[in-house]
């Protein structure tokens, strides 16, 4: 009994450390590894919410390639993630370049331009931006004050898309305070050399500040380009999908399969394809890393 008993006590204190992550274990498996895993079986079936499941095949997938509004969905999707990520992580990166010199009051900047970046995701500043750009908001009321008639920004299909993608390019801080991390660690010496040897600010900027921070904007590009393929807040709360579709995402119309009309299995099934999506391309940018991101541990 002794030695068991010692055993136990040393198994104990051999694995104490996996005793302690446990709890985290369990609340993975059940809350993140079985949905994610059953969603995958339920992709291939037509699961109702309140019906069950009366058929499995591939019919769900057959579906998303036939239906012209699911497709539509998705190159909306592509539209908008194409162009919210490049333009969000240009000002970005503008902005912290301005940022990094020793300007009055700098930190006080800093702070304001973060602000965004904490509030963007909430209902509370989609309802504001769709008071600020309604038939009757605060911009055509602006417009109004030079006698100019203001469009219908979110009932116009030209303009409701762009709308939406100016609330994400609006958060940028959480990617300007990356950034400004990465160009606080660029060595002073090397402006100082490429100024002696008569570089200007734009030469030293593409030369040395860009290829010097490529880790860390390939690390935005990744996460932005994630971040954008999921975005649900704007086109739900805003637009509501409209106007005919010019703002529905993928995320929205998973929404409103699994939700609206119970068909979990579509809405599981269109989950999959983004999520493949989005894995093809993570590893294309993978790949690409060593053509243009330049890492300062690299042998030469």
């Given at each position: 009994m002794e030695n068991g008993g010692k055993r136990v006590n040393h198994f104990f204190r051999e694995n104490r450390g996996f005793f302690f992550i446990l709890?985290?274990?369990?609340?993975?498996?059940?809350?993140?590894?079985?949905?994610?895993?059953?969603?995958?079986?339920?992709?291939?079936?037509?699961?109702?919410?309140?019906?069950?499941?009366?058929?499995?095949?591939?019919?769900?997938?057959?579906?998303?390639?036939?239906?012209?509004?699911?497709?539509?969905?998705?190159?909306?999707?592509?539209?908008?993630?194409?162009?919210?990520?490049?333009?969000?992580?240009?000002?970005?990166?503008?902005?912290?370049?301005?940022?990094?010199?020793?300007?009055?009051?700098?930190?006080?900047?800093?702070?304001?331009?973060?602000?965004?970046?904490i509030l963007g995701g909430s209902v509370a500043i989609s309802v504001l931006w769709k008071a600020i750009f309604k038939d009757n908001g605060i911009i055509n009321l602006f417009l109004s004050f030079f006698g100019v008639q203001g469009p219908n920004w979110l009932a116009n299909k030209g303009t409701a898309l762009f709308i939406i993608c100016l609330l994400r390019v609006w958060q940028f801080g959480s990617s300007m305070v990356i950034f400004l991390a990465a160009l606080k660690s660029v060595s002073p010496d090397l402006y100082e050399a490429a100024s002696l040897d008569g570089a200007g600010k734009w030469r030293q900027f593409f030369s040395i500040t860009v290829p010097l921070i490529t880790p860390v904007i390939f690390y935005n590009l990744v996460t932005q380009l994630v971040?954008?393929?999921?975005?649900?807040?704007?086109?739900?709360?805003?637009?509501?999908?409209?106007p005919r579709?010019?703002?529905?995402?993928?995320?929205?119309?998973?929404?409103?399969?699994?939700?609206?009309?119970?068909?979990?299995?579509?809405?599981?099934?269109?989950?999959?394809?983004?999520?493949?999506?989005?894995?093809?391309?993570?590893?294309?940018?993978?790949?690409?890393?060593?053509?243009?991101?330049?890492?300062?541990?690299?042998?030469?």
């Open positions: 709890p985290w274990l369990f609340g993975f498996i059940l809350f993140k590894g079985y949905p994610f895993l059953s969603s995958l079986f339920y992709s291939f079936t037509d699961f109702h919410l309140f019906e069950g499941i009366h058929r499995i095949g591939l019919q769900n997938y057959q579906e998303i390639f036939r239906n012209k509004k699911i497709l539509a969905a998705f190159a909306t999707t592509f539209r908008y993630a194409f162009m919210t990520v490049p333009l969000k992580l240009c000002f970005a990166l503008f902005v912290a370049y301005i940022l990094n010199f020793q300007l009055k009051g700098v930190k006080l900047f800093r702070t304001a331009y973060y602000i965004p970046s971040q954008a393929f999921q975005e649900f807040n704007g086109p739900y709360i805003i637009t509501q999908g409209g579709g010019a703002t529905t995402l993928v995320s929205l119309l998973i929404y409103n399969n699994a939700f609206k009309k119970y068909e979990m299995g579509m809405a599981s099934a269109e989950a999959w394809v983004l999520f493949l999506i989005l894995l093809l391309f993570t590893l294309i940018l993978q790949r690409s890393q060593k053509h243009w991101v330049y890492y300062s541990d690299e042998e030469v």
